[in-house]
């Protein structure tokens, strides 16, 4: 499967870049979009995970689940804690694709902030039996 979205990512270069060398295209993309575009495939690249949703699509507690990595269960979980917003249609939750940036986003700034922490509490002269704890 990498493969394949490898195949397909050097295709759509190639297809962007064929684009923006037509003259009679030239002004059909600003600067600016042909950037946006070259970044998108940049990141599609690089990262394994990436994932592109229109800003205001509405998905699922499934399809979030999927996104971020989790359960279903632990998403639903976020929402009743208050950690994730999402809009009640009926009885089915909905997030924005947003909010999930947004959760992303804050999860990781944790995630560093965590790991930050820790390093800061072990310095050389901390024994080792002091570095890992066990229950």
Do not use: C, W
């Not at 009679?24 to 970044?39: G, I």
């Not at 800003?55 to 009743?80: F, H, N, Y």
């Amino acid at each position: 499967m990498a493969t394949t979205s490898m195949t397909v990512q050097k295709q759509l270069r190639e297809d962007l870049n064929a684009f923006l060398a037509d003259p009679a295209r030239q002004n059909a993309l600003s600067q600016e979009d042909a950037d946006a575009f070259r970044e998108l495939l940049s990141v599609l690249q690089t990262s394994r995970r990436a994932v592109i949703f229109p800003s205001d699509k509405s998905l699922t507690t499934g399809e979030a689940a999927a996104a971020l990595g989790v359960s279903r269960m632990t998403v639903v979980r976020l929402i009743d804690r208050g950690a994730l917003r999402a809009s009640t249609e009926g009885t089915h939750r909905r997030i924005t694709a947003l909010e999930l940036q947004r959760y992303r986003e804050d999860r990781e700034a944790r995630q560093l902030a965590a790991l930050h922490t820790l390093g800061e509490d072990i310095t050389d002269d901390t024994p080792p039996d002091r570095v890992i704890k066990t229950r």
